[in-house]
């Protein structure tokens, strides 16, 4: 998996390294990199989800093809969810201030944020596994049961990007700001 914040670091180029050197400017340029890697960890996680969603609505017509109307309704709450999920990603705000900003959040806490927004790409796996056997078990008697384990997933997922904004309270960046 690509470590977005590790990639930043490594691309910057001579200018740049000469001002990490300087004090104070390399923590400013530090937290840029953490902000820049979180903004590209979430832009990437909705598109997965985004083409995850895709793949499920497909699904869902196979599903009714295969006679599966009477699962319509756990289809839909596992949709709406899966849309919540990505909605709240894409519209996240970044959580930490910029280098002007009244309130300043260490470099520990943004790199905390990261960690917890790295942490999402595990309900990515269980996602596609999960509709992976969605798709093996479409006409069988086991989709009640691949449904329900979905349903787990995105609720988890929903519930686990909550826990990220009450973090985001306890790190003391005032109101939440929006990427630019």
């Known amino acids: 998996m690509t470590d977005f914040y590790q990639k930043i670091s490594q691309e910057s180029g001579s200018l740049e390294d ?20 979180d903004r590209l960890l979430r832009e990437r996680l909705v598109r997965v989800f985004e083409e995850q969603l895709t793949r499920f ?10 006679g599966g109307l009477r699962y319509m309704e756990r289809v839909q709450s596992i949709d709406t969810g899966l849309r919540t999920f990505i909605d709240r990603v894409k519209t996240a705000s ?5 280098a002007f900003d009244a309130i300043k959040v260490d470099e520990e806490d943004i790199q905390k944020l990261y960690a917890f927004d790295n942490a999402l790409l595990t309900y990515q796996d269980q996602l596609i596994a999960g509709l992976n056997q969605l798709e093996e078990s479409i006409g069988t008697d086991g989709v009640a049961g691949v449904l329900r384990q979905l349903e787990s997933v995105v609720a988890d997922a929903n519930n686990t990007f909550k826990r990220r904004a009450e973090a985001l309270q306890t790190l003391g960046t005032g109101p939440l700001e929006a990427d630019e």
Do not use: H, I
Not at 94 to 98: I, R, T
């Open 18 to 37: 000469l001002a990490r050197k300087m004090p104070g400017f390399g923590g400013y340029l530090k937290r840029n990199d953490r902000r820049a890697a």
């Open 57 to 66: 609505t497909r699904l869902q017509r196979d599903l009714v093809e295969a």
């Open 94 to 98: 970044s959580g930490y201030a910029g």
